[in-house]
């Protein structure tokens, strides 16, 4: 009895230190999803201003003089004529109240440098309209959009912007000639040194080949390794060894396999640099590791009985493995696979080593074809110097979010639909 009371202190203090360590647990979560939404919202709040982009409305009037060409069937004449007189002239047409060459100047400023081109395709596109008018809305530059959609959000940024073309702005938001579209650009266009311009399909079709090789090549070959270590190879310590380096492997930074890469496949084998086929090579080595450690995990999950089972009524090793053990292990190859798929798609040093951090315009058509990818894409834009770009930047990092973001749902549900529990 002398000894309840200290007991019962015991049992206090354990009550408060168990209490304390869930709090602690709790905190910690709160933490890292606190950090977790503050980094979404930042990144949704500077991003999704890009999927929208500024035009203004000219009555543009398809003038052979203006263009220069007589025929819209002559190629030699198509590359040689002078497509914006169209926009410049919709612009002097517009607003009379421009004077000398300095407000000329400002003037043409205010639509994009490619709005010549968009008017070529319009026009090759609607040959009819070839000597006839139509009102049309013309993408502006990157100066005017920015401050157009800060001036709508009620802080105007205008440190690049003459007084005159602000005061057109102001006369183009009252007549209902200036708003916000969908950026089509965005979404189907390359790269461009021009913010209004530039897009990222080029970068989402380079990833998605890149990705394409890497899954070809390292799903198999890592599955095949998985199975022979697991299933056929002797214990010694030649298969510690690789054993062991495989682990190591997989701890390895990514920017070492780019260096291996530029090593072994441009140095050596001299692949040419910035195209997917070395970029999935790369990324292959890389997710190799991954893949194999992962492939092991799900043969080991397999019960011995049912190898046993499978060899007691006569099948060989072979059957046992590819009748037996592979179907049952391979929603956890799946889900291995999809997570080492979704490393390699955030995945920048290694691929920075290698050259694909070339400024490509072009949308690459094969697995030869100059390309960049999507993480890339985000490192060049970020280090531009035009503000339009960290608008760019935040989507292209929102859409890459989502790309992850859906492999590794796949790769959940993929587990909760197609694995055994023994």
Same mark, same amino acid.
């Given at each position: 009895?002398?000894?309840?009371?200290?007991?019962?202190?015991?049992?206090?203090?354990?009550?408060?230190?168990?209490?304390?360590?869930? &709090?602690?647990?709790?905190?910690?979560?709160?933490?890292?999803?606190?950090?977790?939404?503050?980094?979404?919202?930042?990144?949704?709040?500077?991003?999704?201003?890009?999927?929208? $982009?500024?035009?203004?409305?000219?009555?543009?009037?398809?003038?052979?003089?203006?263009?220069?060409?007589?025929?819209?069937?002559?190629?030699?004449?198509?590359?040689? $004529?002078?497509?914006?007189?169209?926009?410049?002239?919709?612009?002097?047409? /517009?607003?009379?109240?421009?004077?000398?060459?300095?407000?000329?100047?400002?003037?043409?400023?205010?639509?994009?440098?490619?709005?010549?081109?968009?008017?070529?395709?319009?026009?090759?596109?609607?040959?009819?309209?070839?000597?006839?008018?139509?009102?049309?809305?013309?993408?502006?530059?990157?100066?005017?959009?920015?401050?157009?959609?800060?001036?709508?959000?009620?802080?105007?940024?205008?440190? /690049?912007?003459?007084?005159?073309?602000? !005061?057109?702005?102001?006369?183009?938001?009252?007549?209902?000639?200036?708003?916000?579209?969908?950026?089509?650009?965005?979404?189907?266009?390359?790269?461009?040194?021009?913010?209004?311009?530039?897009?990222?399909?080029?970068?989402?079709?380079?990833?998605?080949?890149?990705?394409?090789?890497?899954?070809?090549?390292?799903?198999?070959?890592?599955?095949?390794?998985?199975?022979?270590?697991?299933?056929?190879?002797?214990?010694?310590?030649?298969?510690?060894?690789?054993?062991?380096?495989?682990?190591?492997?997989?701890?390895?930074?990514?920017?070492?396999?780019?260096?291996?890469?530029?090593?072994?496949?441009?140095?050596?084998?001299?692949?040419?640099?910035?195209?997917?086929?070395?970029?999935?090579?790369?990324?292959?080595?890389?997710?190799?590791?991954?893949?194999?450690?992962?492939?092991?995990?799900?043969?080991?999950? @397999?019960?011995?009985?049912?190898?046993?089972?499978?060899?007691?009524?006569?099948?060989?090793?072979?059957?046992?493995?590819?009748?037996?053990?592979?179907?049952?292990?391979?929603?956890?190859?799946?889900?291995?696979?999809?997570?080492?798929?979704?490393?390699?798609?955030?995945?920048?040093?290694?691929?920075?080593?290698?050259?694909?951090?070339?400024?490509?315009?072009?949308?690459?058509?094969?697995?030869?074809?100059?390309?960049?990818?999507?993480?890339? !894409?985000?490192?060049? &834009? $970020?280090?531009?110097?035009?503000?339009?770009?960290?608008?760019?930047?935040?989507? $292209?990092?929102? @859409?890459?979010?989502?790309?992850?973001?859906?492999?590794?749902?796949?790769?959940? &549900?993929?587990?909760?639909?197609?694995?055994? /529990? &023994?």
């Amino acid at each position: 009895m002398d000894n309840l009371p200290k007991i019962k202190r015991s049992l206090k203090r354990r009550s408060r230190s168990e209490a304390r360590f869930r &709090w602690y647990g709790r905190i910690a979560i709160i933490l890292g999803l606190a950090a977790v939404f503050t980094l979404f919202v930042d990144i949704i709040g500077k991003g999704h201003g890009a999927f929208k $982009a500024t035009y203004i409305q000219l009555e543009v009037h398809y003038d052979p003089d203006a263009i220069g060409i007589n025929s819209l069937t002559d190629k030699s004449l198509l590359m040689q $004529a002078n497509w914006d007189a169209l926009s410049k002239k919709a612009l002097r047409n /517009r607003f009379a109240d421009w004077s000398g060459r300095s407000d000329k100047r400002k003037l043409y400023k205010l639509v994009s440098n490619g709005a010549g081109f968009d008017l070529k395709d319009r026009l090759l596109a609607n040959p009819d309209l070839f000597g006839k008018t139509e009102t049309r809305w013309i993408l502006v530059d990157d100066d005017i959009d920015t401050y157009y959609k800060s001036w709508l959000d009620g802080e105007p940024y205008s440190a /690049r912007l003459s007084a005159k073309q602000v !005061q057109w702005i102001d006369q183009l938001h009252q007549q209902g000639q200036i708003r916000l579209q969908l950026n089509t650009n965005l979404l189907t266009r390359g790269d461009s040194r021009e913010p209004e311009q530039a897009g990222i399909r080029g970068a989402v079709v380079g990833s998605l080949l890149t990705l394409l090789l890497t899954l070809m090549l390292s799903f198999p070959i890592g599955v095949a390794a998985a199975i022979y270590l697991e299933e056929f190879a002797a214990k010694n310590r030649f298969t510690d060894f690789i054993e062991v380096n495989i682990n190591n492997l997989a701890a390895v930074p990514s920017i070492i396999f780019g260096l291996l890469g530029l090593a072994v496949f441009i140095n050596f084998f001299h692949v040419p640099r910035s195209v997917p086929i070395v970029g999935g090579l790369v990324l292959t080595l890389m997710t190799l590791p991954t893949i194999i450690i992962t492939s092991r995990a799900a043969i080991k999950s @397999v019960p011995p009985s049912i190898r046993e089972a499978a060899l007691g009524m006569g099948a060989s090793r072979y059957q046992v493995v590819i009748h037996h053990v592979l179907p049952l292990a391979l929603p956890g190859m799946l889900t291995g696979a999809i997570i080492g798929m979704a490393q390699a798609l955030g995945e920048t040093a290694p691929l920075l080593m290698i050259g694909m951090v070339a400024f490509i315009v072009d949308i690459p058509q094969g697995f030869t074809d100059p390309a960049t990818v999507l993480p890339v !894409q985000i490192f060049l &834009w $970020a280090d531009s110097p035009e503000r339009a770009f960290i608008e760019k930047t935040s989507a $292209a990092i929102m @859409v890459l979010l989502s790309f992850l973001l859906i492999m590794n749902i796949s790769a959940v &549900w993929l587990r909760k639909r197609l694995e055994r /529990r &023994w």
